[in-house]
């Protein structure tokens, strides 16, 4: 036995505590302490000498240890259960590599005793982990960055069909950092990107090739509303009905912060303030026993939803009725896109007030159109969707006859309709939009002289091999409107 391995005797000791006992339910005597520092340290000590070396561990209140007459015990800085929030945060956080998370999971059992079982790190294998092994250095760099003021360049990437990441840009990003933080089960760095002035966020895990450049700049005055930015949220006012079984769920979810009211049916009727996104997420989970009263918002986002929803778990993947809802004001871009559906009937509510050009893009077949006869913005005719206030013709399928009053064929009005073999344009239209006929089956088309604006591809991608005399002005006529979209080519006025 040396002399600077007895000087080392206390520390050993506690470590001996630390390992066998961590509470008093399981304290060392005197004598398995003398044991346990002969065997694992080569350190042999007399009862009294560890006794002197336990009341000096004892007298230090930051170690945690205690001397009773039955033993001795000593307790870490964390307790069983701070350590199992501790690992099972390590082993549910996504961007934390497989690797890294095992490591970390073991450093965090070493600061236990040796009875201490956590969760097995077994669950790392079903768990989504980053395959980022740089993330954790990147943390260590992007706080020293902001800590010093320092500038930052990195390599910003996203996940493509291979499952690898790839970067979005042939040059790095630089970046003023400002903030490192957690949501929605993600780190985030939030910064100022020098070039475009302007602020983002982006996902750690998807950041390569980090490192600090020159002194940053300045903050602007506003940077600390930065939480408004990376994550804005809009509160409203919620009113919702719910089987009464389903309160447990509300309550979960919202908390105690809401008023209770007795409602039809043995339902209860629950107000509270929430964000509208967190809302309808909530709502579409539980649709089978709760539903949205108020605000209207809610209920026109989550139709929205259902409806492509809908579209897309169609049981018949040839044909489908979409009749939208009333109540619904509006159909947005891409609800309705081409998803390998056919429409057999659309039916327009009175409620609705606008149709995006892009909600049927590309879809092959509406094969009957009708609108509500007391909506106060649209009306059917002919199996076309007709904007009463301009008489423009807003939407058709492969089936419509185009009203002779028409003025306009708005944008997108036909786009895709493949099964659309042959329409007659009729006199009195003045103008067709961008794409109104693009990718439809049409083999060979009239324009009538009223004509005098057709806009962009506005028969593209068709059948038409010989394009018709134009009687237009070549600044009324757009790109490529005959044309293949690639090749943009622009004809040119036949008189």
Known sequence: MSYNSNRLAGLHIYSILLKYTGDNEHRLTHKQIAYYLKRDYGIELERKAISIYLKELEACDELNVE????????????DESELRILIDSVLSSKFIDKKRAYDLIQRLCSLSHNRFKPRSPNSLDSTVKSE??????????????IDKSKKIKFIYNNYEADKRLHPISDTPFVVVPYQLFMTDEKYYLFGLVENEKNYFKFELDKITGCAIVKKGDEAEDD??????FVQPKETVNVKLRVEAFAINDVISYFGKNISIFPSENNSLEVKFE???DQVCGWALKHGDVAEIIFPNKARQKIRRIISRMDMAYVK??????????????EISEWDCLNDGTNIDYLFIPKSLVRINPRAFYGKNSIAKIEVDKENPIYHSCNNCIIETKTNTLVLGGENSIIPKYATRIGKSAFNGRGKLKSIKIPEGVVKIGYMAFCGTGL????????????????????????????????????????????????IKSKR
């Open 67 to 78: 001397v009773t007459p039955k033993g001795s015990y000593a307790y870490g800085s964390f």
């Open 132 to 145: 980022n092994k740089s993330l954790l250095s990147n943390i260590d760099l992007i706080a020293e960055a």
């Open 223 to 228: 940077y600390t509303d930065i939480y408004s």
């Open 274 to 276: 929430a964000d509208l």
């Open 316 to 329: 018949n993947e040839k044909t489908k009725q979409l009749i939208i809802p009333n109540g619904t004001t």
């Open 443 to 490: 083999k060979d088309i009239e324009i009538p002289k009223s004509v005098k604006a057709i806009d962009s591809f506005a028969f593209a991608l068709c059948q038409i091999k010989t394009p018709p005399n134009l009687d237009i002005q070549p600044e009324a006529i757009g790109e490529g409107i005959f044309a293949d979209i690639k090749e943009a080519r622009a």
